[in-house]
Each structure stands twice: as C-alpha cells, then as structure tokens.
T-cell receptor, first 114, second 111 residues
C-alpha cells in the first residue's frame, strides 16, 4: 500500500527552538508538499518541491524553510519556532502530470510551540 | 486566480439522514474538481473527483456533479452513517500540481 510517513504525530517545542518535521514517501513521487491546517482556514501551502534539491514557496512560507536532498524525503524546518506556528502540519506527495492530480497525505504532525 | 468556497460547518446529522455540503468555485477554464475526506487522526484522502462539466464523481455512496452553469460541485449522500463522521474538503487544482482547498466542513453523524 502506498505510504506517506511523517516522523512524529505530536510534538511540543519551546519558542525559539529549531524544529525539523520529516516526511518520507515510498511511491517514487516527484512532487512533495507541506501544508498547515488550522481551524476555519483549511489547508494552506507552505512549500513544495517538484524534484530533488528543488523548492518553491507556497502561500505562507515566512518562518519556514525546506530541504529535499533525496527524492523520497522532504523536510520542513522552523528556524526559530514561534507560538503562531502551533498547528497541524500535513505532508503530501503526488506524481507529475495528469496522474499527479491525486495527492497522498501523511497522518499529520500536531505541533505545539510553548 | 482559482479558488473554492465551501459551506461552513460543523454539520450534525442523525444516521440515515440526507447530506449536502456546498462547494462553489472560481476558475479559469474548466479544471477538474475534487472532494477529499479526513477521518479522525488521519491525513486527507481522495473521496471523489470529476474531470469535466456535467461529470458525476461517486465513491462510498457519496456523489458530486460538476455544474459549470452554477460553478458548483456539491457533495451529497442519501443516507449517512456514523462512520462518515469526518472533515470534508472541496479542492481545485492550481498551476502545476498544486491545489486550493476549501476551509473544510466537519460532519458528525449521531446514532
């Protein structure tokens, strides 16, 4: 079965800490995405990547960076965590082209910044 | 740019009730339209899609018809079950393989 795995289900960090959220997919997908999910706001795209070492900003990239050194792994980095980054973070992947219209999601990481 | 507007929740229904969750879209051209579902404690998964006007997508008893006249893609189910309790998202492709998602509608079905 296809799988997108996020390293942590729940994470608690302190303000100012550097935080790494890891995502691995086993489907050899070219595209990977990071979203945050907040009540009343739906899903908002933070960053995405169409290839190894390639990244593009989404709608809300401020305060975040990403790394994609290998095709299967896409990391989200909070350089200095702040309380307004408390949220559910969802990783997704897809194939390129018409087949890429289906997104596969991980189970999410609920991050709390205290 | 492309966008979707989704019915506000939460929605609470009794088992076997009829469900409608409204979704309207703004888009250039006629893109494919999608409904994703998020069950408690899980990520989103594709529920159904329609690729052109007048198409009807269906899955697990849910249906949605792509109506270009009203720019709508409303989700319906004739008889909901407790296991349908979830958050439902309407979605629309953006450039490349990105998506715009609606704000989500939480559905709770009570026995």
């Amino acid at each position: 079965d296809v799988k997108v795995t996020q390293s942590s289900r729940y994470l608690v960090k302190r303000t100012g800490e550097k935080v790494f959220l890891e995502c691995v997919q086993d489907m050899d997908h070219e595209n990977m995405f990071w979203y945050r999910q907040d009540p009343g706001l739906g899903l908002r795209l933070i960053y995405f990547s169409y290839d190894v070492k390639m990244k593009e900003k989404g709608d809300i990239p401020e305060g975040y960076s990403v790394s994609r050194e290998k095709k299967e792994r896409f990391s989200l980095i909070l350089e200095s965590a702040s309380t307004n980054q408390t949220s559910m973070y969802l990783c997704a992947s897809s194939q390129t082209g018409a087949r890429g219209r289906k997104l596969f999601f991980g189970s999410g990481t609920q991050l709390s910044v205290l | 740019g492309n966008s979707v507007t989704q019915m506000e929740g939460p929605v609470t229904l009794s088992e076997e009730a009829f469900l409608t969750i409204n979704c309207t879209y703004t888009a250039t051209g006629y893109p494919s339209l999608f409904w994703y579902v998020q069950y408690p404690g899980e990520g989103l998964q594709l529920l159904l899609k329609a690729t052109k006007a007048d198409d009807k997508g269906s899955n697990k008893g849910f249906e949605a018809t792509y109506r270009k006249e009203t720019t709508s893609f409303h989700l319906e189910k004739g008889s909901v079950q407790v296991s349908d309790s979830a958050v439902y998202f309407c979605a629309l492709p953006n450039t490349g393989n990105q998506f715009y998602f609606g704000t989500g509608t939480s559905l709770t079905v009570i026995p």
